[in-house]
């Protein structure tokens, strides 16, 4: 039997949506292993003073839990 924990990430991109959850999902990757799913919640554009746009992308990521004893 296997349990799994959930966490809330948000990657951005000047790019595009896609690139901005690649991002999260790439950097939470170096401090999380065995990561299952990376589930989309939320897109949204943060439009800057001179009409630059940052895409932003909350991700719901699962991986492997191996807690120690309760």
């Known amino acids: 039997m296997s349990v ?3 966490i ?3 990657g951005t991109s000047t790019t595009s949506w ?3 959850a690649l991002t999260a999902v790439k950097t939470a990757k170096g401090s ?5 799913v990376a589930e989309v919640v ?3 554009l943060d439009i800057g003073d ?9 991700l719901q990521l ?3 839990y191996e807690g120690g004893p309760a």
Not at 32 to 36: F, N, P
Not at 50 to 58: A, F, G, H, I, L
């Open 4 to 6: 799994y924990r959930v």
């Open 8 to 10: 809330d990430v948000i």
């Open 18 to 20: 896609e690139d901005a």
């Open 32 to 36: 999380l292993r065995d990561i299952r």
């Open 42 to 44: 939320k897109q949204d």
């Open 50 to 58: 001179n009409d630059d746009v940052t895409y932003r992308v909350k």
């Open 62 to 64: 699962s991986f492997k």
